[in-house]
């Protein structure tokens, strides 16, 4: 047995093997081993291949034989079936089929998913049948959309993954339904119920292994019949494939922009059915939507020349010469102007508070930005009023000391502190700037810009910092043994960085020496390539977002225009009606002339003169 395996020279069977080592002897006994391992490895391939061409001449012979039954059994049916007609009924007759003389509806497999609304009881095609139909007709007919083509049943073998891949693979009537829409194997003919706009690209796919696109098609219906062949998208040759992600991105963006605006647009508030419902809904309409009615729209403007009255007269009180005194000479608020802005603070509380009482959802309103930036707004100039006493305004007393008494410093500092956090109280009224917003497209468009590009915001901040660091620190090291330099720490040096940086330029301090000069031209270079490269991702966020503000914007106004042109056309019909009703009253019988609408009179009337001829 030994040597039927390769034995023929067992080394343990010599003197000299148990005078070796214990290594040595794991070698010879290796080689012996892995020689007859290999020996055993060929001879269970042989035996496979053999196996493999015993079993392919057995499913020869079988199809054979299974062709000469056929053929046996279509000579019987022949003798016995009357003529022009044929037993479905009976599965010995299925290859009948292939007889193009005998075609009906019934020849055709549909598919579960297909439309068709027939639903016949005709017996299924077997496996047999099936093969020895693929075995008489090597080429098929493929009818896509009623488009047909005939192709080799090899060509489609070529990509065995994909559908019309694992059709020309599919041997049972399942299979094949589970990838066509219908089939004939009397006309043999598979059906897909597709557009045939893209089927020669995917043809042509299997015949030159090369997968283009056309321009004339939607990007996204040629995806989706890739999905539906079962072709992955990466097969694209170099030449479209850019082409096609590259439109493919634009409009899946351009698509979910216009849906997340149809579904702002759904969007309906819902003031319940109460009592103070409608005045609710006009209250809101009144402060949020200007373009609903004449009076919104006053209301608005008037909003935003308060806004920027406001603002004016604050810019205005910082003059020396506009500001007033107090009986202790310090400067205080221009009293005209401060009666300007009570004013503007009082329309601005009522209408806030006006705008709370018209919102649907109380607290969902004072969550709302805009909400938060009103009240910040507004809350500046009441907590002064609670929180500092008023200022006497007059002629210089003289006899007042000019300075605290050092008995009450503690009350001095708390007031000092006071006065302090009011001031920054003070300085949060420019905030009212932001109330215009509300009314300007191009304010929200710069905040939506802001909040969708905060990555590329992030790395140019992120670069500009290392800049700052990384040029600040060199500037620092270079220039720091120079006298009167003004680099003498490494926050002064990124001072001096972000100014070169972002091409500002205070010119308080500047480098000197050479290499600092270097430094400074490298670090102006850096600055112009870190602001170019992120800013027109930020620029196109904020074009883009601005047309459709635009886009939306005229929208409302064309859909207040079909308002308005629908309530013309109804008091139009109504005082038609009105007169048609006030004629048959007062005339009753039949007409002297044709009645006719507004419209139509008007129109003869113009082009006749009067209303005597009409025709």
């Known amino acids: 047995m030994a040597r039927g395996l390769g034995l023929e020279e067992e080394p343990w069977r010599k003197k000299e093997f148990f005078e070796m080592s214990r290594r040595q002897q794991n070698v010879q006994i290796y080689e012996v081993l892995a020689n007859t391992l290999v020996t055993m490895t060929a001879g269970i391939e042989t035996s496979k291949r053999q196996l493999a061409e ?55 497999q549909y598919s579960p998913r297909s439309s068709s609304p027939l639903n016949f009881a005709d017996a299924e095609p077997d496996m047999a049948t099936i093969a020895q139909h693929k075995i008489r007709n090597p ?34 009537h399942e299979d094949i339904l589970n990838l066509v829409d219908a089939y004939s194997l009397v006309n043999n003919e598979i059906y897909f119920d597709r557009d045939p706009a893209t089927f020669n690209c995917i043809l042509n796919f299997y015949r030159t292994n090369r997968l283009h696109m056309i321009d004339e098609v939607c990007i996204l219906g040629y995806a989706e019949d890739l999905q539906f062949w079962m072709i992955k998208e990466l097969n694209l040759e170099i030449c479209c494939i ?50 609903s009615s004449l009076p919104a729209k006053i209301l608005s403007l008037l909003s935003i020349t308060l806004v920027l009255i406001s603002l004016v007269a604050m810019c205005l009180n910082t003059f020396t010469w506009l500001q007033a005194q107090d009986v202790n000479g310090d400067p205080v608020d221009n009293p005209q102007l401060a009666f300007i802005e009570a004013i503007c603070i009082s329309y601005f509380t009522v209408e806030f508070l006006l705008r709370l009482a018209g919102a649907p959802k109380k607290l969902d309103f004072l969550k709302g930005t805009m909400n938060i930036v009103d009240c910040a707004a507004i809350a500046p100039y009441y907590l002064t009023l609670f929180f500092m006493p008023p200022a006497d305004i007059g002629p210089i ?99 001096w960085a972000v100014q070169t940086l972002t091409s500002l330029g205070y010119g308080d301090f500047w480098p000197t020496t050479i290499l600092g000069k270097i430094i400074g031209s490298m670090c102006a270079v850096c600055g112009v390539l870190v602001m170019a490269l992120p800013i027109p991702i930020v620029v196109d966020n904020f074009a883009d977002y601005y047309s459709e503000q635009k886009k939306l914007e005229a929208k409302e106004l064309k859909k207040e225009a079909q308002a308005k042109q629908a309530m013309l056309d109804g008091t139009a019909e109504e005082a038609a009606n009105t007169a048609l009703i006030k004629t048959l009253a007062t005339k009753p019988g039949a007409f002297s002339t044709p009645p006719m609408s507004p419209h139509d009179g008007l129109s003869r009337e113009k082009i006749n003169g009067n209303f005597n001829h009409k025709f």
């Open 54 to 108: 015993i079993l392919k001449r057995v499913e020869r012979l079988e199809d054979e034989q299974n062709w000469v039954k056929a053929q046996s059994n279509e000579t019987t049916i022949a003798y016995k079936s009357a003529p022009g007609t044929l037993d479905f009924a009976n599965p010995s007759s299925k290859l009948e089929e292939f007889n193009p003389k005998h075609k009906s509806a019934e020849d055709w």
């Open 242 to 291: 850019d082409k096609f992600n590259t439109r493919k991105e634009h409009i899946l963006a351009e698509v979910a922009k216009e849906t997340q605006t149809q579904g702002e647009e759904e969007v309906e508030e819902d003031f319940g059915d109460g009592y103070f419902a409608p005045y609710q809904k006009c209250l809101w309409d009144l402060f949020e939507k200007p373009q």
């Open 397 to 495: 007393d003289t006899s007042l000391p000019t300075g605290q008494p050092d008995t009450e410093p503690e009350e001095e500092s708390g007031f000092g502190n006071i006065g302090r956090v009011m001031q920054v109280f003070r300085i949060a009224r420019i905030m009212r700037i932001f109330k215009l917003a509300r009314r300007s497209v191009g304010l929200q468009s710069i905040a939506h810009t802001v909040k969708t590009s905060w990555k590329d915001l992030g790395l140019l901040f992120m670069l500009v910092g290392m800049g700052m660091l990384v040029f600040g620190s060199l500037a620092y090291y270079i220039e720091n043994g120079e006298e009167e330099t003004g680099f003498t720490s490494i926050p002064n040096g990124m001072w």
């Open 139 to 172: 080429k098929v007919i493929i009818n896509v959309g009623g488009l047909k083509h005939e192709v080799m049943w090899k060509l489609l073998e070529k990509k065995p993954l994909t559908r019309l891949g694992k059709l020309a693979r599919a041997r049972s």
